[in-house]
């Protein structure tokens, strides 16, 4: 019986998910598992690719680019363990990761999703996350802690609930599925982890962060590039966030903040930058929340 199913989710990125698959097949532990690697968004088939290094992946293509979101959910419902465990396939895993995370949910039946700390891969001394705070529904926005810090074992014996799970890195039990749901694919980049952590809490279960399971995660340390399809649904999920997930009044308020303070604030940073492309698309991830319900599936962007 298959205990826990790693699932990854890779577009157009061969090199990287080659070593994410080298990685598991490391630093994975004994008991039994089984590895799903959706390939998002791909016209030509790298099953043999995939294969050379670990022979027993189960191989998934979707020439449709069905977004973070859909590339999870597809592999989900093809999953057989007892635990799930996604994984950016820009992450490298420790010997004792799934160990630790599968032991927090054993011993916290309250715990819907656990995350572990995560580690720049380019300096593995460095923390990327440990752990979120609460969001301030308001300003759509909250904090992440231990950012940038080093790391001398501050956060080994940390384990509590924290605001929010790090999409690069969360487990769940496959069974708490059937009363949470799959991840809303209206989101299709960005926030769509957010999302599943406030439908984990309306079920009953708490977003969990543990210290002692650490993960490299080769994400920049410095500020990612900007484009035009981030711009958009950074705007466009940050409202559509908040308007799924608190009440109308809420809404409101986050609303008048949203468009006359920080995208005011955004506006004149771009202006000033000479980005006005981005400046037009930021504006468009807006209007969609104005002109679309908030179920609507519709991106509003041509992908």
Same mark, same amino acid.
């Given at each position: 019986?298959?205990? +826990?199913?790693?699932?990854?989710?890779?577009?157009k990125?061969?090199q990287?998910?080659?070593?994410?698959?080298?990685?598991v097949?490391?630093?994975?532990p004994?008991?039994? =598992?089984?590895?799903?690697?959706?390939?998002?968004?791909n016209?030509?088939?790298?099953?043999?690719?995939?294969?050379?290094?670990?022979?027993?992946v189960?191989?998934?293509?979707?020439?449709?680019?069905?977004g973070?979101a859909?590339?999870?959910?597809l @592999?989900i &419902?093809?999953?057989?363990?007892?635990?799930?465990l996604?994984?950016?396939?820009?992450?490298?895993i420790?010997?004792?990761?799934l160990?630790?995370?599968k032991?927090?949910l054993?011993v916290?039946?309250? +715990?819907g999703l656990v995350?572990?700390?995560?580690?720049?891969?380019?300096d &593995?001394?460095?923390i990327?996350?440990?752990?979120?705070?609460?969001m301030?529904?308001? $300003?759509?926005?909250? %904090?992440?802690r /231990?950012?940038?810090?080093?790391?001398? @074992?501050q956060?080994d #014996?940390?384990s509590?609930e924290?605001g929010y799970?790090? /999409?690069a #890195?969360?487990?769940?039990r496959?069974?708490?599925?059937?009363?949470v749901?799959?991840?809303?694919?209206r989101?299709?980049?960005?926030?769509?982890?957010?999302?599943?952590c406030?439908?984990?809490?309306r079920?009953?279960? &708490?977003?969990?962060?543990?210290? #002692? #399971? %650490?993960i490299?995660?080769?994400?920049?340390?410095?500020?990612?590039k900007?484009?035009?399809?981030k711009?958009?649904?950074?705007?466009?999920?940050r409202?559509?966030f =908040?308007?799924?997930? $608190?009440?109308?009044?809420?809404?409101?308020?986050?609303?008048?903040?949203f468009v006359?303070?920080?995208?005011?604030?955004?506006? =004149?940073?771009y202006?000033?930058?000479?980005?006005?492309?981005?400046? &037009?698309?930021h504006?468009? @991830?807006?209007?969609?929340?104005?002109?679309? %319900?908030?179920?609507?599936?519709?991106l /509003?962007?041509?992908l």
């Open positions: 019986m298959i205990t +826990v199913s790693i699932i990854t989710v890779n577009y990125q061969l990287l998910t080659f070593d994410f698959l080298k990685s097949r490391d630093y994975a004994n008991f039994p =598992i089984e590895v799903i690697l959706v390939d998002n968004g016209e030509e088939d790298h099953e043999a690719y995939y294969r050379a290094v670990m022979p027993e189960v191989y998934i293509r979707s020439q449709k680019n069905l973070f859909g590339g999870n959910n @592999g &419902k093809q999953a057989k363990g007892e635990y799930l996604l994984l950016n396939n820009d992450t490298e420790t010997d004792d990761l160990v630790r995370l032991h927090e054993d916290r039946p309250e +715990v995350s572990p700390l995560l580690l720049y891969f380019e &593995k001394r460095c990327q996350y440990a752990g979120y705070s609460k301030n529904y308001i $300003t759509g926005r909250n %904090r992440g /231990g950012t940038m810090e080093l790391d001398t @074992g956060y #014996a940390v509590e924290t799970c790090h /999409g #890195a969360m487990m769940c496959k069974r708490d599925l059937e009363k749901g799959l991840m809303d694919e989101y299709f980049l960005y926030y769509e982890e957010l999302d599943w406030e439908k984990f809490k079920a009953g279960f &708490k977003s969990w962060f543990c210290g #002692a #399971a %650490r490299y995660h080769k994400e920049s340390m410095s500020v990612g900007e484009s035009a399809l711009t958009y649904f950074m705007a466009r999920n409202m559509l =908040i308007r799924k997930n $608190t009440s109308w009044p809420t809404t409101f308020c986050f609303g008048c903040f006359l303070v920080a995208s005011t604030k955004q506006a =004149i940073r202006l000033s930058q000479g980005k006005l492309n981005l400046l &037009k698309w504006y468009r @991830g807006i209007w969609w929340n104005f002109t679309h %319900r908030k179920d609507d599936g519709s /509003g962007y041509k």
